[in-house]
T-cell receptor, first 112, second 110 residues
Framework: DGGITQSPKYLFRKEGQNVTLSCEQN?????MYWYRQDPGQGLRLIYY???????QKGDIAEGYSVSREKKESFPLTVTSAQKNPTAFYLC???????????FGPGTRLLVL | RKEVEQDPGPFNVPEGATVAFNCTYS??????FFWYRQDCRKEPKLLMS???SGNEDGRFTAQLNRASQYISLLIRDSKLSDSATYLC???????????FGTGTSLTVIP
């Protein structure tokens, strides 16, 4: 089945630790996105990429980093510089002229 | 000013009721508009696109008013399964940024 997968479903981070969230899609989409959602809040854009080897900062990029070495993959690293990382992280992709986004099931990140 | 503003609700309505949500956007050059549905602790999923001419899908009707810069979603004959958060989404004039509203919570009561 075509779709977007994210792993892990739950992730625990210790203080000072970097963690990486995985996002893979087999929809042949060029554009991929990372969002953060806090309880009772909307989605806030962290990073997006429209093409391999290129990505742009979103509204809340500080404390996060990404890479886009393959079209199918867009991993997000939450660095120790992100002081309040507890949130629901959603990855999405969209095709050219598609106009809609398809989301993965999300990763819940918790700080120990 | 936020790109997209939504009334967060919550809306609590009885089964069979008609309920409407509105969403305003700030950029008059915005290109495309959508409604997404998000169930509790799940990812958002596309509900329907919104066109100036209106868009109807069964009990759901979406409308776009470019002059007043708002989009609306009307749900008729509400079902228990309609309980969810409804997000309005606007694509900016660059075509590559999606702006999400904070969502409107709907609970349909038996």
């Amino acid at each position: 089945d075509g779709g977007i997968t994210q792993s892990p479903k739950y992730l625990f981070r210790k203080e000072g630790q970097n963690v990486t969230l995985s996002c893979e899609q087999n929809l042949n989409h060029d554009a991929m996105y990372w969002y953060r959602q806090d309880p009772g809040q909307g989605l806030r854009l962290i990073y997006y990429s429209q093409i391999v080897n290129d990505f742009q900062k979103g509204d809340i990029a500080e404390g996060y980093s990404v890479s886009r070495e393959k079209k199918e993959s867009f991993p997000l690293t939450v660095t120790s510089a992100q002081k309040n990382p507890t949130a629901f992280y959603l990855c999405a992709s969209s095709g050219w002229f598609d106009g809609t986004q398809y989301f993965g099931p999300g990763t819940r990140l918790l700080v120990l | 000013r936020k790109e997209v503003e939504q009334d967060p609700g919550p809306f609590n309505v009885p089964e069979g009721a008609t309920v409407a949500f509105n969403c305003t956007y700030s950029n008059s050059a915005s290109q495309s508009f959508f409604w997404y549905r998000q169930d509790c602790r799940k990812e958002p999923k596309l509900l329907m696109s919104v066109y100036s001419s209106g868009n109807e899908d069964g009990r759901f009707t979406a409308q776009l008013n470019r002059a007043s810069q708002y989009i609306s979603l009307l749900i008729r004959d509400s079902k228990l399964s309609d309980s969810a958060t409804y997000l309005c989404v606007v694509i900016g004039n660059t075509g590559n940024q999606f702006y999400f509203g904070t969502g409107t919570s709907l609970t349909v009561i038996p």
